[in-house]
Nanobody, 124 residues
């Protein structure tokens, strides 16, 4: 059974940084593309970043491009999201997700497995 566990969320002032981690278990981690999504109160879940199986390809939402970096360590079964220059509008619950098959995707419907989420709050 696949399990994804996020950590690293918290409260930070605008302009600050946080690093989210997502530890995966249950399948051969390096075989599957991974993504990060977020959901703010009253909003739909939105794509943040995605990374290919080997980590060589990444893709970002325009709203985070240049500020966030997704990476993965397949030896540790972990995907990361480094978030710099945080803004109040980045406040949301952040979820990591794993695809069942195929390359990385910006569409949440293409991800089969989800973590429980970690809260990120950015104060102004």
């Amino acid at each position: 059974q696949v399990q994804l566990v996020e950590s690293g969320g918290g409260l930070v002032q605008a302009g600050g940084s946080l690093r989210l981690s997502c530890a995966a278990s249950g399948r051969t981690f390096g075989t599957y593309a991974m993504g990060w999504f977020r959901q703010a109160p009253g909003n739909e879940r939105e794509f943040v970043a995605a990374i290919s199986r080997g980590g060589g390809n990444t893709y970002y939402a325009d709203s985070v491009k240049g500020r966030f970096t997704i990476s993965r360590d397949n030896t540790k079964n972990t995907v990361y999201l480094q978030m710099n220059s945080l803004k109040p509008e980045d406040t949301a619950i952040y979820y990591c997700a794993q695809r069942g098959s195929g390359g990385y995707s910006t569409d949440s419907r293409n991800y089969n497995y989800w973590g429980q989420g970690t809260q990120v709050t950015v104060s102004s």
